[in-house]
């Protein structure tokens, strides 16, 4: 086989490779730290879980904050780089572009923030505008879930008759896609009424 031949199907491997880490990554709304690189830093300092996430924090809209968790060794302290602090210190028109309001546990984005103020000067219930975000979280849910699916039918109908180990491309098994609200897969959530107030 030609070189060039290789080169373009190892990138159009990897390629796809990509779609399918991205797919399984996008957990759609919760906000994650870099894990990896927390853990990294872990183990160079000292025996304090600066990575350790015992609950992730809820993010209501589908995009995720990933950021690093900064520490001083001077001063022992450390600072998220998405903590509010840090983000009020910044000159406003860095400020303006960060896409979320965030709280304690979580946060909004600020397209809903905007959202919110009109909805309810029109006297569009937290209730109603609650069933409105389910209902556009599901949709992405199962866009991505539909997206999946396809790529799968894709690659069996594309994948050469033999592997390069002798196997049958169309045997390969793939993982199901994750259910709205599986903990340890999608993690899907919706605000409640009550929050939105």
């Known amino acids: 086989m030609p070189k060039a031949m290789k080169s373009a199907r190892s990138n159009e491997q990897a390629e796809q490779q990509e779609q399918q880490q991205q797919l399984s990554n996008n957990t759609g709304s919760?906000?994650?730290?870099?894990?990896?690189?927390?853990?990294?830093?872990?183990?160079e300092l000292d025996d304090t879980p600066l990575?350790?996430?015992?609950?992730?924090?809820?993010?209501?809209?589908?995009f995720l904050i990933r950021s690093k968790l900064w520490r001083c060794y001077r001063c022992r302290k450390t600072?998220?780089?998405?903590?509010?602090?840090?983000?009020?210190?910044?000159?406003?028109?860095?400020?303006?572009?960060?896409?979320?309001i965030l709280t304690h546990r979580g946060g909004i984005s600020r397209q809903l923030a905007d959202l919110l103020r009109p909805c309810f000067q029109n006297a569009i219930r937290p209730g109603h505008l609650h069933d409105l975000l389910q209902e556009l979280h599901h949709l992405r849910h199962n866009r991505l879930q539909l997206t999946y699916l396809t790529l799968i039918d894709y690659?069996?109908?594309?994948?050469?008759?033999?592997?390069?180990?002798?196997?049958?491309g169309l045997s390969q098994s793939h993982p199901q896609f994750s259910y709205f609200d599986d903990p340890l897969g999608y993690a899907g959530y919706v605000p409640s009424a009550t929050y939105l107030l």
């Open 79 to 100: 600072i998220n780089g998405h903590d509010s602090e840090l983000i009020d210190s910044l000159p406003y028109h860095i400020q303006s572009i960060f896409p979320a």
């Open 30 to 43: 919760y906000s994650s730290s870099n894990h990896e690189q927390n853990n990294n830093q872990q183990e």
């Open 155 to 168: 690659q069996q109908q594309h994948a050469p008759q033999f592997s390069s180990f002798g196997r049958s």
């Open 51 to 62: 990575g350790a996430v015992q609950a992730p924090d809820k993010l209501v809209d589908i």
